[in-house]
């Protein structure tokens, strides 16, 4: 253990070094190779120009370096083998891609993401955004908030093997220790083992990511209700609107924004869901999503790179409308201020 931690220490001070060292010399390399002498004036302006055109890219140059590497240079390479084998040696043409339109697996993925995109987001956006408002009501919010905020902290595979207790079956005459058939048996119902009920156990799936992320949204939306001027609630109050007309008529698109940006996180963050599936169900019982569908073609029986790199274009995809929505988004918010 002390071995690891000197380790990593190690790489961190010699990663800081490396970046100080590299920002500090490429600076005096750029000024000794565009230099400003006193006599010539148009040539100091000359170089001063091109010494503020060139400093940027020495800022951004490495990091736009690793972009292409890490994440363009993969999208290409996945592109590509999506029109090759298993093996991704032999061109198959669009064979991966008939594929999956005639697989019923990767169909049920489909749909289970779009269930899950329907559900996940909405509701971890509304609890948090309810959760919020009510604990600026009351003295010990904080608290709460605090409470509501603690699954973060813990990883989905975590969270994961939290609820399989919750959702634990015994059969026979044993003593149910799952907390929901604890309960159902207590008023007279009958046990069930409930990630293996086709169609509701994606139900029971998606209650894990909104435990975990309703934190996110209500840490996130509570500053937003914070930034609301108190004049405009104050005007309301005075002109007799109620409660439920000032959450939903003053609050809720003051913080639009917020919202949106909340909304489309975990929308990306839902389109990604892989370790709850796998560890709760790992697919079965009509469970699958798409990135779980893919680690199966990935790592599985051998792996086919090919129909697994389909999947991925599919995520991908998936995402980009999102992203360009939300930067389109923030830009003209950039825009209007």
Request: glycine share 8%; with cysteine.
């Amino acid at each position: 253990m002390l071995s690891q931690i000197v380790s990593a220490l190690g790489v961190v001070v010699v990663a800081v070094f490396a970046c100080s060292a590299y920002f500090y010399f490429s600076n005096k390399i750029l000024d000794w190779s565009l230099p400003v002498k006193d006599g010539d004036i148009h040539s100091a302006a000359r170089n001063l120009n091109r010494r503020a055109m060139i400093r940027p890219w020495l800022f951004i140059g490495p990091a736009l370096f690793l972009l292409i590497v890490y994440l363009v240079y993969p999208v290409i390479a996945t592109l590509i083998l999506s029109f090759y084998d298993r093996s991704g040696e032999q061109f198959v043409g669009f064979a991966n891609y008939q594929w999956a339109l005639t697989d019923r697996e990767f169909r049920q993925s489909i749909f289970n993401n779009i269930l899950w995109l329907a559900v996940v987001p909405a509701a971890c956006t509304f609890f948090g955004l309810v959760i919020a408002v009510m604990t600026d009501r009351i003295w010990w919010g904080n608290i709460a908030k605090s409470i509501v905020f603690m699954p973060m902290a813990i990883s989905f595979v975590g969270a994961s093997v939290i609820w399989k207790f919750i959702y634990e079956y015994r059969g026979g005459n044993d003593v149910q220790i799952g907390l929901l058939n604890a309960i159902v048996q207590l008023f007279g119902g009958t046990p069930q083992v409930w990630i293996s009920v086709p169609f509701w156990n994606n139900f029971f799936l998606m209650i894990i990511l909104i435990w975990i992320q309703t934190g996110f949204a209500m840490v996130i939306l509570s500053a937003a209700l914070r930034g609301i001027p108190e004049e405009t609630i104050e005007a309301a109050v005075i002109d007799g609107a109620n409660g439920w007309q000032i959450f939903w008529r003053i609050m809720v698109p003051q913080v639009w924004g917020s919202i949106a940006v909340v909304w489309t996180t975990i929308t990306i963050l839902v389109l990604k869901v892989f370790d709850i599936v796998l560890t709760m169900t790992n697919g079965q019982w009509n469970s699958m999503v798409l990135a779980n569908l893919m680690f199966n073609w990935l790592f599985r029986g051998g792996g086919d790179s090919g129909r697994s790199a389909v999947i991925a274009l599919i995520i991908m995809l998936a995402v980009t409308p999102i992203m360009v929505w939300n930067v389109r988004r923030a830009n003209r918010e950039l825009g209007g201020h």
